[in-house]
Every structure is written in C-alpha cells, then in structure tokens.
C-alpha cells in the first residue's frame, strides 16, 4: 500500500522541513498545472511526515485550501489552533474557510460491490478506510463469491452483506441502497483503490443542490505488460484532465450520488449484470434535467492484472448488452451478422488508432478482439435466445477454422496463428471438449484456394449439417474486404502477441530484488525531448500535434544493460517513455506501482535538470535506490553526489557490467568500496569513487539489446532514405580519431578507444532481427563503422553468403573509404552513408582535431553517387577559427556537393571534451545552462569573430538555402529540366513580402489562423523577408496575437472602439504596409473588414488568400463541407440566402452576436458589400482558393486562380508552428 510505504519511509529517514516546505510549492505549481496525480502523491507524502513535524501544520492547511481539500484545510487549521500555534496567517485561512460551504460536513455512506475479489479487496478496504473524509458506514457487498472475498472483507471493520448467489453488479448496487442510511452514497469497484482524497474532492461538488452524482477519474495501476497497456488507451473510463461540470455520463468505479435522487430513478437496472449499469442510471438521470459533474482531481487507482483471455472477454462483456442486447442483434443468426460486422469495425478503428499512435506493440489484441467477439456473440446466442445448442456449437468451430485458414492465406505465419488458438481455445473448448479433432477434419476443406467460402458449402455441410453457413460466409467476406494487410503488418502482429504471451507466462512477482532502466519524458513548453547520442532536439507536442518524434534513437546502452540483467535472472523492466508516447503521468504512474528497488537513468546533457527531477521524484515518491550514468556523469563525477542528495550512486564510463556488479553488492548487502567506476555516498556524508569502470574490450561478450519488450517499431532515424521500419544496431564502439568536440569517445569511453563485435555476431543480430521482428533496413548507429577494411568486408560476405536482403547505412568517415570496400558494401545492400565534414575549411577541420583533407569527401561523395548510394552529410558551425566567410564557403560547399540530405548545426562544448577546455580558458563560454548545451540548435559560447547571434543566424541561413536548392531541385525533375548542383544560389536581394489579415489569432482559434500562419512561416523558411500585420482589438470580439514567439516579425496595428472605423482601418494598414515598401502583399480575403483592405492596397502587386469560401461551415459547428457544396458564407452568388441562414442559425446562439455586429458594422449585410468583394478579386494578381468549385465561382472575377486545397491540418501547427525543417 502506498500509504504505508510513505509512512514507513518516514520512520525511517526525516527530511529537513525546507525540503517538505519545498514540495508544498512543487503541489501549488502541479495543481496550478492540472497535474493532478503528481500533486497527490506529494501531498500525501508531506502529510505523512507532518505527524513528526508542528511547524508543517500551518503551511499545510494553506496546501489543502489551495488544492480545494477544504475540509483537511479546516481539520489542520484545529491542529494548529489546538496547538497553540495562532497567527495572522492561520486567521486568514479561518476567515477563507467561513466563507466556504465545502467545510459543512456531510453524512457519506459508502459500499464495495465485489465478486471473487479476493486479489484486491484488502487493498480497496484499506483505502477506503485511509479517506481523508469521514465516512459513516462501510459496506461490502458479498455477490456470491466462490473465494474468500467475504472471510477477507470481515477481517475488517466493515458490514459484510452476502448474497446467496451471483445477481449481478446492479443487484449489488440496489441492495446497498436499500441498506444504507446517509444523505449521500458513495462507492468503488473491489478491484479499485481510492487516493486518499478521493472521496473529499467528490463531496465537494455538492454544495451545488443542482448536482446529484459526482464522479472521479480512474488510472491505471499496472501498465508495464503490453496486455495492461492495451487497456489503460483502449478501455478508459474518465473523461480526461479538466473539470467537466455536467458530463453526458459518469462511470460508476468511484462516484458519490444522492441517495434520495437513487430512490426516485428507482435504483439501477438489474438487466445489467456486469457493466453499463452506471451509464444507463446517468442517462435516466440526464433525462429528468439532473446535473453530474466529473472531478479529475478525485483519483482512484485501478488494480487489475489482465490476461490476454480475461481482457478480451472483458471487452466483449462492455459492449454485448449496447450493441447487441438492446438493439435484438441476437434474435436469429441474420440479425447477428450486423453485430459480427460492428465487431469487426471496431476491431479496424483499434487497429487504426494503433497505426496512427504508433502503439505497434498493442496491435495483436487489436486484431484478436474482433475474432474473439464474433465468437463470443455466436455462444451468447445459446444464453441469450436458446439457440440450439448443436448450431452454436458447428457455428462457432466453422468460423473459427475460416477465420484461421483465411489469416494463414493472408500472410499470418504459423507462430501467430498458435498465438491465436490458444487464446481462443477456451471457447472453443465451452462447446466441443473435441474441438481439435473438429478442427483437423476442416483443415482440408479450407486448404484449397477458393475464392469464395460458399464454394466450400457442400464438403462443410457434410461435416457440420447445422452450422450456419450463410452467417459465416458473410462475415468472413467483411473480414476480408477491411483487414487487407501487409505481410510486414503480420510480422508486427506476430511480435506484439509474441511479447505479450512471453510477458503472461513469466514467473508471478514475489520477491527478489526488482530493477528499472529508464528512459524518462523530457518536457520543455510543450514539446518533447529526444535524448539522441551529442544531439537533443526538441520536437513537436505528441499530445497535440504528432503521435511520436520523426527521430528516435535506439537506447543501446540501456537497452544492453537489461538484457545482461535478465541474462542474470534478475527482475528488470525497460521503459523508454519517449519511444513509447508516455505522458510523464502515464511514467509516473509505471514507476510507481512496480515499486522498483534500483531504477537506472542514463542522463543526458540538455536533459540533466529533467532527469535530476525525476530521480527527486522517484526517490521520495517510490523509495527506490537511484543510479545515474552516462556522458554527463562521467565526466562531472563526484559533482553529481555532492549537489545532488536524491542519486545514490554514479557510474563513471560504459556501465552495463559495472551496473550489473553493482546490483548484485546490493542485492547481497555489500559494499561497492572495490568497485571500478562506481561513485556513492557514505553514511559519514564522503563521496567515494574509484576510478572509472573497465573498458568493454569484447563486445561480443554483451548479449544482444533488448527489443521485445520495448516499442521495437517506433525506433526511427531516416537519414538517407531507408524504407521504415528500421533497425538500428552497433558493429562497434568508440572513434581512435580526436576531435575536439566529440562527446562520447572522451568521456564515457575514454580517449581514442575503440573495439568492435566479430562479423559473425554482427550479421547474428541482422538474420534474428529478420527473422523474428520483419526487419529489412538497418542503421549501424556506430561512433565510427567504417574502421578495419577486413572487418567490413568480411561482414559484407557474410551477409552475401546468408543471402540476406536487406538496405542499410552507415555513420562513417569518408577518408576510411575506398573504392573497393564502397563496391563490396553496396553489394551486400549498402543504400546510405552518413559522412561528418564539418567545415569546407580545412584550417578549422584541422584545427579540431579531425585529421580529415576536403579533397577525399570530394571524391567519396562521388564514388557515392555513381555506385547509387545515398549520402547524408552533417556540417557544424562555430569551430575555432570558424569567420563569418568560412561558414559562407560551407554553406556553399554543401549545396554544390548535392548529397541526398545534409544537417547543420551549432557546435556545443560539452563538459569533458578538449573543446570545452580551451574555451572556458579562453574565457569564450557565455552560459552554464545545461538546458542549451543541446548540440543542436544553440550557440552557447562566442569566438573571435562571431557572436552567439551571428551563429544562430547563420544556421537559419543554411536552413534555408538548403530548403531553396531542395525546391530548386525538385523544380528541376519535375518539369525535366537540368540542374547543375555546381550552379549555387544567386546571391540576391531578399524579396519583401507583406502579410496582411484582420482576423488572425495566436495562439490559433481556427484553422485560417493555422492556414496563414504555414504560408508565412513557410516563405520564411524560402528565404524571404516575411512581415505579418495583423489587426488587434476587442470590438466586436477579441482578436491578436498573444503569443509573439514567431519566426516572422508581426506588426500589431491596434484598435478600439472609437478607431474601429472600416476607413480608418484601411488608412492605417496602408501607411503600415507602405512603410515596409513589401515587393509582394498577400491578403487573407473574405468578407467583413478584408475587402475595404484590398481596396487600400491596390497600388501593391496583391495576391488573396481567399478565406470566403472556406469548405469548413461555421454554422454547421465546423463541418466539413463537399467538394460541389459552397459555403454558406457565398455573398456573392447567394446574398439572400446567406442573410437567411444568418437569421435561422447564427442568430440563435448568442456566442455569434459579434460575428453578425462585424458584419453589420462594414455593411456586410448591405447591397453594395457583395461589389466590394468582386473588386477585391479583380485587383488581385493571383487568387488562392480550396477546391475546384470555388474556383468554378470565381471564375468571372479573375483568371489567376489557383487551387490549394484545404489541406493545413491544424493539429500540425497547434504547440509550435514555426518548425524549422524540410517537411514543414
């Protein structure tokens, strides 16, 4: 139990008061954030100590008023008094809590449905009993259990009520009702364990007399196993993070009703047994105008363990009595057929969100619930309508053998379908104990390759004269028509019921020591992090705009570590949150309820302030022994244990053997003095630290990385255009060369060391990747591959001799090349090179250290391009000696080379390195933040020549030429032109463009604020000088920009409601735009003030965005209009009809008043107004418009129109629309 844990870990160490005094401000800012879950955990944990510590009592009752927990503020604020601790602050809380109604104590009952819980119903007991409110009674409600479910619940002080046999959750409820006796009755599922301020936060929504039920939010306890997780995305019960004050439902796990309003409804329909129940008595209640509210602060935790077999019937038991029973699907087997296709669609919509989230490790269970529903619902017609049991029984073992022989015809290897079988087995064993028998007398039937099942009637109905063919041949040929899949799409099919059948069958937890690798969320402003080798980018929100990064590294260090441990037999989860998509709720979450012993956390430079927060986090949150590794550590060492109380332990230098040592001292309680590379604390308060670990010499000593239990297929690098999914995979570790800057080689492996796998091992790894992952491309993320001519040869021949079909690249040195190796390697597959040049100035190459001549990329560039190999080619600006005209002749070298992709970036020096040494001595270093040493994007130093801004600038100006040869390029194929690399881009005089729209939002409220923000960052990213004027004002409705982190400049022309004139404001934009002497102008057109704008800028070459016929219908809330549908907004072909649906829609919703004043107020509604709009359109040099109706329309108007579909999808552009790179 959490409670205790907290508790005994308070006995035994006492944190000084500063730091609890600390924590009560990280919940203000959590609860501030609506990180609800955190703030809990925090607050519960400060509570615990609080018993040892008065002076905490004051702050803490401020705490609880502040997260709403108004009755705890009100029992501190007595301790306090109680005390004798009274003072000006503690009389202002009292005087806040008079005024609130939520400190009236409430009489709550509270009861426990529960059937054969005899897992869980101590742990929901114990937590119901800890609840932060009081509560009058507690009831368990015995539902016939055949385990020890009511001997266990009377060992507490609970009433214990049994029935004789199961009736069913909703009987369970009933009868509660019929027992208790408070005003308000509250409950939770058995397998459910509460927040200790659950039910206070669900007795606080009652001081509305409106509201009748209250209900919480349900997280998951145990996601570790793919099968958990499934459920925790798939099955969620809550309704998000925000409080929502009147739902269309709430889900019954954890909620607080009315008893009175409970007695009117009459109770909860016995009908439904096992779920459903709850909705069906909220959407009588919702009927009669009863108001519910959902609080996402009142927590409770979900407990349950599922197995593949017990979570998809669980699923099937969700929907059976919604899709089917009310709707009569399971009078007849025709009436089924619509239920078995229902089945299958939402086995497709599964299967998709998978796809698009990219939960490739869940999608087995995607595809098996939709077989396992079509049989469930075929043995549910016997229960349900006494369907003969002879025709259930033939039924259900034809569909299951087509179902079996059809996914063997579509790619399904016999792994798979094994997998399949046996969880179906239970089904097919409830109705034919010689199923097998059955099965093997179909197998011949469906062995032939017939196109159609009917043509196989005759031979089954010879077999089975009572199944319903005609049910089976229509479902089957649904089937067949949606999942048509990919052979690769079956390997991942495979491999995700491989894991979660391995993950099922390992060895119940009990006790041994239990260990976490992890690789945390990285947060920063709503994007995430990628911890990826000397190079941390930050990528767009997942939440918001993409599922995962375009760019994931394979954490192989991380990944080699656990598997050497579970080589050991040791207990050990991988959980890489980037790679996964988990929120740093969802991780916490994880962490929390594996309870691990030691967690691993290899900490990055840019990510070093994150990943101490989490090691604070994990440490007082879960209790466990923290280690850090990595670069960074290794080279600050003992820095890390002197400012850092919340690590244990450091290791210095490549760790897998050193943590697997250390594990082990632990587990035997020994001391790690002897240990090489390990540094920790004494008891005295000593840092101790031995030197660094040994140097791996063998590499293939180190078993291979771990994959199956990590997000295999989400691990991704594209550089140079290898087909996903891609493996990546080490031949070897460690560069003998020296530059200045290079990370890893001087710090975690020490100077110029570098050691390598035999070919043998190597090409192992690639034949296993193939066969058991469906791997065909492959990305040897190696500090240096190409060293050791026979050792590259020797791996292409054995990849030739295994006849292994496959595409991969290298990161490589281009002096190690030569031609024969280059022809041998593209034989054996070689489709990419990754080459560092760094500078086209040989000084700076020379300078660094990189002992690299131009004239050999020169000429293995080349070679590569002859030989078809693709190349991609990374440049860094800021080297010493670096000048403003060498970074010029870099910039322009790259372009002429024309490789396939190329990178530029800022040089960091990092901690540890040479660089970083002769800069600090130079005196050169400008900051100490760590968050922007990211290799990336930030110049966090100055030289001799150029300053932090000139880098920055710089690197923008490489983007975007790049970004102008790439256009030119494709300009060039397109139309079969030549294109003549060598000819580099004409060093012209950036075009001027305005960018005018009086009704632009930032941050975005539609998707033409999206539309116009991509066009303007996208010419930007072309090149050319982009300046935006946007209109601000609140009359008649707000509108501007708030958030001014743009890559184009914005000129704000203010308004109010005195200077709110059309004339006027056409005035002002024209002096604006005139002073910046734009040689373009383009204007978001429509209608409103945007007309009487194009007239004022008519002197400027005009091209219109014209958002009047926007396909997107503001009447119809949003609704994407057809291709031939105009929009509603058509002034001029249909004014009278407009102004009518004006009158019928807009004006029955308030919230459009303003919409209508604006139109009102330019005449929009007026005769004349629709003569404004076409003279705006024939002033126009160009017209951009969405689809070829609009264009049809007009047409008579300009001849320049141009079709741009509406294609901005909003979702890209919602946390950072500004991204810098060739997709945008």
Not at 325 to 334: M, Q
Not at 807 to 822: C, E, K
């Amino acid at each position: 139990m959490l409670t205790q844990q907290f508790q005994a870990n308070s006995a035994e160490e006492l944190p000084p008061s500063e730091v609890i005094l600390s924590w009560l401000k990280k919940i203000e800012a959590l609860v501030s954030r609506a990180n609800y879950l955190e703030a809990m955990l925090w607050l519960k944990k400060a509570e615990a100590y609080s018993m040892s510590m008065p002076e905490l009592l004051e702050p803490l009752a401020y705490t609880f008023l502040h997260c709403g927990l108004v009755y705890s503020a009100k029992r501190y604020l007595e301790k306090c008094v109680a005390s004798g601790r009274i003072n000006f602050q503690i009389q202002k809380i009292s005087e806040e809590l008079r005024n609130l109604p939520q400190a009236e104590k409430k009489e709550v009952s509270f009861y426990i449905p529960a059937y054969n819980a005899q897992k869980y119903i101590a742990s929901c007991i114990e937590g119901v009993l800890a609840q932060s409110y009081p509560i009058k009674e507690i009831l368990v409600i015995d539902d016939g259990s055949q385990d020890k479910t009511g001997e266990i619940a009377s060992r507490y002080p609970v009433k214990v009520i049994r029935h004789s046999k199961n009736r069913g959750l909703a009987a369970c409820r009933n009868t509660a009702l019929r027992y208790t006796k408070a005003d308000f009755i509250a409950s939770a599922d058995a397998d459910v364990m509460l927040d200790r301020f659950c039910l206070e936060y669900l007795m606080g929504c009652f001081n509305d007399d409106n509201i009748i039920g209250a209900g919480g939010r349900l997280i998951e306890a145990y996601t570790t196993k793919a099968v958990d997780r499934w459920r925790q995305v798939n099955m969620r019960q809550y309704r998000g993070e925000r409080k929502n004050l009147n739902p269309y439902t709430i889900c019954g796990f954890t909620t607080v009703y009315r008893r009175e309003v409970l007695i009117k409804l009459g109770g909860y329909n016995e009908r439904f047994r096992t779920n459903h129940e709850d909705i069906d008595l909220t959407i009588r209640a919702k009927k009669l105008k009863y108001r519910l509210t959902f609080e996402p602060r009142a927590i409770s935790w979900h407990l349950r363990q599922d197995s593949i077999v017990s979570l998809l019937s669980t699923y099937w038991r969700w929907f059976v009595v919604v899709r089917g029973e009310l709707l009569g699907r399971f009078a007849n087997f025709n009436t089924l057929k619509l239920k078995a296709k229902q089945n299958i669609l939402v086995s497709l919509a599964l299967l998709h969100r998978s796809f698009y989230f990219q939960r490739f490790h869940l999608i087995y269970l995607d595809i098996a619930c939709g077989i396992r529903c079509v049989l469930e619902d075929i043995i549910h017609m016997e229960r349900y309508s006494g369907a003969n049991q002879k025709v259930v029984k033939e039924t259900l073992l034809v569909t299951f053998a087509a179902f079996y022989f059809i996914l063997q015809r579509k790619g399904a290897s016999r792994k798979l379908l094994r997998y399949i079988l046996e969880d179906m087995q239970d089904l097919l064993a409830m109705v034919d104990k010689n199923y097998r028998i059955n099965l093997r007398k179909l197998k011949f039937v469906f062995s032939n390759k017939l196109i159609y099942l009917s043509d196989s009637y005759p031979s089954i109905k010879k077999l089975f004269p009572y199944a319903e063919l005609e049910f089976i041949d229509d479902t089957l040929g649904f089937w067949i028509k949606k999942f048509n899949l990919e052979s690769r799409v079956w390997k991942m099919v495979e491999v995700s019921a491989k894991r979660m059948h391995i993950e099922e069958k390992q060895a119940p937890e009990g006790k041994g020591i239990r260990i976490m690798v992890l690789n945390p969320p990285w947060r920063k402003d709503d994007s995430y992090g990628v911890r990826a080798g000397s190079r941390w980018p930050f990528t767009v929100n997942i939440a918001k705009n993409e599922p995962l990064p375009a760019y994931i590294p394979f954490p192989f260090f991380l990944a080699y570590t656990t598997a050497l441990l579970r080589k050991n037999h040791f207990k050990v989860v991988m959980v890489d949150a980037i790679a996964e998509g988990l929120t740093d709720e969802e991780f916490l979450a994880r962490v929390l309820w594996f309870k691990p012993d030691i967690v691993l956390i290899e900490a990055a430079t840019a990510s070093i302030f994150n990943d101490l927060e989490w090691a604070r986090r994990i440490k007082y949150l879960v209790g466990s022994t923290v280690v850090f590794s990595g670069p960074q550590v290794s080279a600050l060492k003992e820095v890390f244990l002197t400012e850092n109380p919340e690590i244990d332990y450091i290791v210095v230098g490549e760790y897998e053997f050193a943590f697997l040592k250390l594990v082990k001292r632990i587990r035997d309680k020994r001391d790690p003095l002897t240990l090489e590379g390990i540094g920790y604390r004494t008891a005295e308060g000593r840092i101790m630290l031995k030197g660094r670990t040994k140097r791996i010499t063998r590499l293939d000593s180190l078993p291979f990385p771990e994959r199956l239990t990590l997000p295999i297929y989400n691990y991704f690098d594209e550089a140079g255009g290898l087909r996903p999914p891609i493996a990546q995979i080490l031949s070897s570790r460690g560069c003998p060369f020296g530059c200045s800057f290079c990370l890893w080689p001087q710090t975690l492996y020490g100077n110029r060391r570098y050691c390598f796998r035999s070919p043998r091992k190597v090409v192992d790894e690639i034949e296993m990747l193939i066969k058991e992952y469906g791997f065909s491309s492959f990305y040897f993320d190696d500090d240096t591959f190409n060293i050791g001519r026979d050792r590259i040869l020797e791996i292409c021949q054995e990849i030739k001799r295994r006849k292994l079909k496959i595409n991969w690249s290298v990161m490589a040195r281009a002096d190690a090349f030569d031609s024969v190796t280059l022809k041998e390697m593209k034989k054996a597959g070689l489709h990419a090179v990754k080459l560092g040049v760094e500078s086209a100035s040989q000084k700076i190459i020379d300078a660094c250290g990189k002992d690299l001549k131009i004239s050999k990329v020169n000429q293995v560039v080349l070679m590569c391009k002859n030989l078809g190999i693709n190349t991609h080619l990374t440049f860094m600006f800021g080297l010493p000696k670096e000048t403003p005209n060498t970074i010029t002749r870099t910039i322009d070298y790259a372009l002429k080379l024309d490789p396939y992709s190329v990178q530029f970036s800022i040089v960091t020096p990092f901690f540890g390195t040479r660089l970083y040494d002769e800069l600090k001595k130079e005196n050169c270093l400008i900051t100490k933040d760590w968050k922007r040493y990211d290799g990336n994007r930030f110049a966090v130093y100055r030289t001799k020549n150029l300053g932090p801004q000139e880098l920055e600038e710089s690197l923008h100006r490489a983007q975007w030429a790049w970004l102008e040869h790439c256009q030119r390029k494709m300009t060039a194929q397109l139309f079969g032109l030549p294109f003549d690399s060598s000819n580099l881009v004409p060093k012209y005089k950036r075009r001027r463009i305005a960018i005018v729209d009086l009704l632009y939002n930032w941050p975005a409220l539609g998707g033409a604020d999206y539309d116009i923000t991509a066009v303007a960052c996208h010419l930007a990213n072309l090149g050319f000088a982009v300046q935006m004027f946007i209109l601000t004002s609140k009359i008649p409705f707000p509108r501007g920009v708030t958030n001014t982190a743009f890559l184009v400049p914005i000129q704000q022309l203010f308004f109010d409601k005195n200077s709110f004139r059309p004339k006027l404001i056409a005035q002002r934009f024209k002096e604006a735009v005139s002073a910046f002497e734009p040689d373009y102008v383009i204007v978001a057109d429509g209608w409103g003030l945007k007309p009487y704008i194009v007239k004022a800028l008519q002197d400027f070459p005009l091209f219109l965005r014209f958002y009047a016929y926007d396909n997107i219908c503001l009447v119809r809330n949003g609704v994407y209009l057809k291709e031939a549908e105009p929009c509603p907004f058509n002034f001029l072909t249909q004014r009278k009809e407009c102004i009518a649906c004006i009158k019928k829609f807009i004006l029955k919703n308030k919230s459009n008043y303003n919409l209508v004043a604006e139109l009102l107020l330019c005449n929009g509604l007026g005769k004349n107004f629709h003569a404004l709009v076409e003279d705006s359109l024939r002033q126009a040099q160009g017209v951009i418009v969405y689809n070829t109706k609009i264009k049809e329309l007009l047409g008579n108007y300009n001849k320049s129109i141009y079709i741009i579909p509406s294609g901005v999808n909003p979702q890209r552009y919602l946390s950072n629309p500004l991204r810098n790179d060739a997709r945008f």
